[in-house]
């Protein structure tokens, strides 16, 4: 069972383009992380969420985490083709020794 | 900023033989470094968490004698396949957490990763 859904699995869009992925639980985390990983690279953090309705803005990059702290989201304003990655969701859950629950992944493609 | 690193990026080994992955934390102590798995355009797979000065914690339906883990020390943890065959073959990544910044920002660092082929 995959704790941290995310949606879509894959996105394709033009330079430009708006685009929002989700990272869905039923389960409630003390705080998630967004990263973003390339090709033969390991995962890069872009930001950490805490506190629920928490919204934080990374240049074109927007965060938000759900008032439960049950779901988070990424929105990104006018994709360049440098956005192009995997990106991945992962949360703390209290009392699991400090590993974190990794999202089944979004894989985001811009091209020009 | 805090960095782990992984060596080596990529290795080629015969079907039997053994593999050896080393991750290191280089400007921090880690007491716990994590081992993934991860398949081609999918997600992490979390194997197990390395706990230095102890047996490592094994997540559901990994086989323990197939994936040895040591962490000898508080700045490195050691992965090793043995026996390998070529349904082992993936993209292993190594992650610690930097715990000075506080319990709910504990900014988790990744390796580099380690592409294991076995032929």
């Known amino acids: 069972t995959q704790l941290l859904e995310q949606s879509p699995q894959f996105l394709s869009i033009q330079e430009g383009e708006n685009l929002t992925v989700y990272c869905n639980s039923s389960?409630?985390?003390?705080?998630l992380q967004w990263y973003r990983q390339e090709p033969g690279e390991g995962p890069v953090l872009l930001v950490t969420v805490v506190t629920g309705g928490e919204v934080k803005k990374l240049k074109r990059l927007t965060f938000q985490f759900g008032d439960a702290r049950k779901d988070s989201s990424l929105h990104i304003t006018a994709a360049q083709p440098g956005d192009t990655g995997l990106y991945l969701c992962a949360g703390d859950r209290t009392g699991t020794a400090s590993k974190l629950t990794f999202g089944t992944g979004t894989r985001l493609q811009v091209t020009l | 900023g805090a960095v782990v690193s992984q060596h080596p990026s990529r290795v080629i080994c015969k079907s039997g033989t053994s593999v050896k992955i080393e991750c290191r934390s280089l400007?921090?102590?880690?007491?716990?470094m994590f081992w993934y798995r991860q398949f081609p355009k999918k997600s992490l797979m979390l194997m197990a968490t390395s706990n230095e000065g102890s047996k490592a914690t094994y997540e559901q339906g990994v086989e323990k004698d197939k994936f040895l883990i040591n962490h000898a020390s508080l700045t490195l943890s050691t992965l090793t396949v043995t026996s390998a065959h070529p349904e082992d073959s993936s993209f292993y990544i190594c992650s610690a957490r930097d715990w000075n910044r506080g319990a709910l920002l504990a900014e988790a660092f990744f390796g580099q990763g380690t592409r294991l082929t076995v032929v």
């Open positions: 389960s409630v985390f003390s705080s």
């Open positions: 400007d921090f102590q880690a007491t716990t």
